[in-house]
């Protein structure tokens, strides 16, 4: 008997997941996780660009060339200047 009733449970709440609700409530929390991955994803980015303008506006202050901090390990000034161009 209670084989039965977890059976008739487990189908009743597979068929509440295909119905327009259910569908409705699956993609709305696939919604809310992405929403919650871009948001940390651009916090990411956030803290990274502020570290990165930091040490700019710091290598400006001292007098430095900031032209090496402009410049990133798999980018060379000639594929950069290419794409600025198009």
Do not use: C, N, Y
Request: charged content about 35%; aromatic content about 6%.
């Amino acid at each position: 008997m209670v084989v039965g009733v977890v059976v008739v449970r487990k189908l009743t709440k597979a068929a509440e997941s295909v119905t327009p609700g259910g569908v409705a409530e699956r993609v709305g929390d696939a919604g809310a996780e992405m929403r919650a991955s871009f948001k940390s994803f651009w916090a990411d980015v956030s803290e990274a660009k502020q570290a990165k303008e930091s040490e700019l506006f710091e290598a400006i202050e001292r007098g430095e060339d900031v032209t090496p901090l402009l410049e990133t390990e798999d980018d060379d000034t000639e594929a950069r200047q290419g794409r600025w161009q198009h």
